[in-house]
């Protein structure tokens, strides 16, 4: 389904903590997830992936937290820089039957402002 | 990962007009995608370019409106027609592999009708 948000959530940290941004997501169906980072005049750049057989997924300095029970979905990223600052989405995709390939259901997206 | 060169970058154009948006990628992919991002809000998918075949639409999204081609494994394009300034937005392509491993999508197309 269609997800879709006027006014985004924000957060706001200082360079060097640890940031989190969550997604609750709309179908547990969904088999695929994916957290993009988009910022100002660019496409949204893909962060890191994990499928629902898996709850945990560690990147460089990025990890992905994945509950089924209730949906939920979270992006930690450890030791925060000023370059995070941007727009970060969770996507989903619900492959039914294998013919869903790269249809994505996007979250209403968090704004991360990271201050020197 | 596939790079997509998207064009143009930015267009402002005048209602009542149309305006195609072209999606090259680097290498043969079998899917690619078209999504809207209106201003300040999220991503929402158009439609799905079938190589061979018609696209397959989304709710809410007509053909008529939003013609797509698909000519081979590497270039799409999008046709936002008759356009009205509700059509103002970000139009982004998207591209996947058959394993579900981190679509890549292109800058995209800021469009804005006056």
């Known amino acids: 389904g269609e997800s879709v948000g006027l006014h985004l959530p924000t957060l706001s940290v200082q360079e060097g903590d640890n940031s989190i941004i969550n997604c609750a997501y709309s179908?547990?169906?969904?088999?695929?997830f994916i957290w993009y980072k988009q910022e100002s005049g660019k496409g949204p750049q893909f962060i890191i992936d994990?499928?629902?057989?898996?709850d945990k997924r560690q990147g460089q300095r990025v990890t992905v937290l994945l509950n089924k029970t209730v949906k939920h979905l979270s992006l930690q990223i450890a030791a925060t820089q000023p370059g995070d600052s941007a727009v970060y989405f969770c996507?989903?995709?619900?492959?039914?039957?294998?013919?869903?390939?790269?249809?994505?259901?996007f979250g209403q997206g968090t704004i991360l402002t990271v201050h020197p | 990962s596939a790079v997509i060169s998207q064009k143009p970058s930015r267009d402002i154009c005048q209602r009542g007009t149309s305006l195609t948006i072209q999606c090259q990628v680097d290498?043969?992919?079998?899917?690619m995608f078209w999504y809207r991002q209106q201003p300040g809000q999220s991503l929402t998918l158009i439609a799905t370019?079938?190589?061979?075949?018609?696209?397959?639409?989304e709710s809410g999204f007509v053909i008529d409106k939003f013609p797509i081609s698909r000519p081979n494994l590497t270039f799409s394009t999008l046709t936002v027609s008759n356009m009205s300034p509700e059509d103002s937005s970000i139009y982004l392509c998207?591209?996947?592999?058959?394993?579900?491993?981190?679509?890549?999508f292109g800058s995209g197309t800021r469009l804005t009708v006056v």
């Open positions: 370019a079938n190589q061979g075949s018609e696209a397959t639409y």
């Open positions: 996507a989903e995709n619900t492959n039914a039957g294998g013919t869903s390939y790269g249809k994505l259901t």
């Open positions: 994990i499928r629902s057989n898996m």
């Open positions: 179908n547990s169906a969904s088999d695929y």
């Open positions: 998207s591209v996947g592999t058959g394993n579900n491993y981190g679509y890549t």
């Open positions: 290498s043969q992919v079998t899917m």
